[in-house]
């Protein structure tokens, strides 16, 4: 059974950083492309970031570019979003989801997997 464990969030000050954490069991995590899309209230879920299967090629939502990095280490199963100078716009549950194929990486139709997902709430 797949699961994906996000960690990391929490309540922080708008200039604030965070690091997100998703640990992946059940999988063969390498063999997968791994999002993280970010969810606020009463709207859709928005991709954020995503990364290929070594972690060579990473993609982002044009806003979140520069602020966010992903990152991946496969032999720790696990996939991380580092957040900086995070403003009141980035609070939402943050989930990370995995991909078996990749394509359209930026559409949540495209992964098979997601986690429970994490808050992170940015105050003014």
């Known amino acids: 059974q797949v699961h994906l464990v996000e960690s990391g969030g929490g309540l922080v000050q708008a200039g604030g950083s965070l690091r997100l954490s998703c640990a992946a069991s059940?999988?063969?995590?390498?063999?997968?492309?791994m999002g993280w899309f970010r969810q606020a209230p009463g709207k859709e879920r928005q991709f954020v970031a995503g990364?290929?299967?070594?972690?060579?090629?990473?993609y982002y939502a044009d806003s979140r570019k520069g602020r966010f990095t992903i990152s991946r280490d496969n032999a720790k199963n696990t996939v991380y979003l580092q957040m900086n100078s995070l403003n009141p716009e980035d609070t939402a549950v943050y989930y990370c989801a995995a991909s078996s194929g990749g394509v359209r990486y930026y559409e949540p139709s495209a992964y098979n997997y997601w986690g429970q997902g994490t808050q992170v709430t940015v105050s003014s």
């Open positions: 059940g999988l063969t995590f390498s063999s997968y492309f």
């Open positions: 990364i290929s299967w070594s972690g060579g090629s990473t």
